[in-house]
DNA sequence: GCAGTTTCTGATAACGTTATCAGAAATCGT
DNA sequence: ACGATTTCTGATAACGTTATCAGAAACTGC
């Protein structure tokens, strides 16, 4: 017990930065100087520090390097839901590997949060350091997270847009430019009666973006074109909403020769519908996808052609600029638009 | 300039424990005593100081709690693929956010790591106490990353398996009892004649467990009921794949009643092909799938019989495990096999 | 009423780093 | 050759917290 392992315990003590300079014959300051590569080192001590840490295996200690400089270099990536298994179905991976990813590259560390944290306990994690700034995830029109943080004058990236823009920076999907692009290709094809099977009416009710814009958007499309067009709102998850919504919008106008969807599984119930109604997908009617999920667009028989944002560009957009933002604080707020992109697949054709 | 708010750049700095001290009336180690709920406080004092900590919205400063106290209460979340964009396909939201989840229940934080890590990187992290553990996704059986973490003793936990075992926690997915019970379900149904698509043969040659085991798997189940059987091994995240695959097995063995396949979407091909060699899914071939992935099974027509496990569920437990072992350093190595669940839909019958 | 215990509190010193200052050594200009 | 500048280095003090110690006050038991 009185041997030299009365440090037994302490065997994760690390390698400190008075060691190095211990061993090198220089100064702790002089450490720290070359570690951060200030200026108005020797060449010559520069080495022979640098050659004290490698033998040492010195890191510099996180922590510590925090306290001093109060930041903590670390994210957090915030989503809203309560509960982490409905998370699944509407945030995909690439929303935390882009933003992992941006973060990494900014030497940033990356927090996802998770599990229902209150107003108090988002601004206790700013208050206590934890976090230097926090990118929203699923921004609706009447965020409480919006009004919390700006109230509090805390650094925030929305992904999502909420109501009230002024000086608040955000990366959104632009759907109207969505609609307009699909009705802009349907048109081409020959289409005059397109459908839509939209976002469920409880989400505009409370506020969630893509469900409102991608209406309106669907809206100022019709209008562009002087069409008519029918509409109808219901949930994304499942094959049979997808079914019964064409069945309801054939019923409507059963000249339909185009449906629109915003979830690949409602477009499968669709092809479904379509098929018990004697229409083959896409010979006698045209479905198309707006959104993410390019992974089921393959799987659908036939495969889906959509209009498709990458969500992992749009985390690591947001990222990056909550970094920017952090880097200088004078930096203006951008508000920025993604348009979709379209890829071709087998579900639309011409009309005949 | 000379006005008092020379300090504006300082607008960010926090209240202190000295400032609830000073409020308060009382000392700074009182403060922390009470913060940390230590014994022997006057319940008078207690209350004092609470109400102070409230009026000033004092959030203890977390780096430098993690200075003092040596530990970082930050786990990371390691996959290993080097291209974020590959990762999306292998890796589920449900892995993050189960770990998120146990996390944040045991009052920790959670980096998830992406991005080409080298072994330096990684442990450096541990080293700069920027974590006090890791979490491996996906660890296959010669993982450069355990031989690393397990050299230098470091605290991890798997999702997975490796080669020599002793001393490690892990928690894996129970291929050779899924394959049992995929088994025993077919066999209750009369199948005799059992096809198998699994996994890539590139997989199992560079150590991924879930391609050894499953074709293990598969072949101690063959041998348990005194069947032949026929498989290929085929890439999983294309329905041409499975399309092929199915091809090659009805060619050799036009026998085959049921195929099991490892993935949603070489299922989707399967069940094209066996279309155009005139076989429907299921009356005349059943197709089940073991994996992950339950939001594809209903997409598919028919929908898919799985086995499945809940990523959600390993990620969770793998990151209270990692907890517990570090409350506890002399926890013994937990080594836990999770059996799949087996979710009876549309895709399998009765032989006839 | 006094030694012995328990309950409470505050000074002090760390944790590992970096900013600030000031001093020493080297270089420069004249 | 001498002051002025530039280059380099080290003491010192912070950052905000907690562990340790010791002392004060309040209780015991006789």
Known sequence: ??????????????????????????????????????????????????????TLGYAPHT??????????????LHH???????????????????????????????NFLVSQLNPESILNMYRSNQ???????????????????RENNYPFVMIGRCANLEGLSFIDLDFENAMLQAFD???????????FLTYPQSWRKIGIGPAIRSLEGY?????????????REIGLNSVEEGFEGTNDLLQENPELTAIITV???????????????????????????????GNFANVVTPSLTTLEWSPYEISYQATILMTEKLANKELPAQQ?????????????KEVR
Chains 1, 2 share one sequence.
Not at 219 to 231: E, R, W
Not at 336 to 348: A, F, G
Request: proline content about 4%; glycine content about 6%; hydrophobic content about 40%.
């Open 1 to 54: 017990m009185t041997k030299k392992n009365a440090n037994f315990r302490n065997e994760s003590r690390s390698i400190t930065i008075a060691d190095v300079a211990r061993v090198a014959g220089v100064s702790v300051p002089t450490v720290s100087r070359i570690l951060n590569d200030k200026e108005y080192v020797a060449e010559e001590t520069r080495q022979r520090v640098h050659e004290a840490i490698r």
């Open 63 to 76: 922590q510590a390097r925090r306290l001093r400089g109060g930041v903590s270099m670390t994210l957090a």
């Open 80 to 110: 809203p839901i309560e509960s982490p298994h409905e998370l699944s179905s509407v945030i995909e991976i690439p929303y935390v590997t882009g933003a992992a990813a941006a973060a990494s590259e900014k030497e940033y560390f990356l």
């Open 131 to 149: 976090i230097d700034g926090i990118i929203l995830l699923q921004v609706c029109m009447d965020d409480w997270r919006v009004n919390l943080l």
């Open 185 to 195: 290709y349907l048109i081409e094809l020959g289409h005059q009666n397109i459908g």
């Open 219 to 231: 809206k100022h499309a019709l209008n562009k074109y002087g069409l008519h067009g029918c509409y």
């Open 263 to 293: 979830s690949h599984l409602t477009a499968a119930g669709s092809i479904k519908a379509l098929a018990l109604h004697g229409r083959n997908v896409p010979q006698d009617c045209s479905v198309m996808v707006t959104g993410f999920g």
């Open 336 to 348: 920025i638009l993604i348009p979709p992109k379209l890829v071709v697949r087998e579900s639309m």
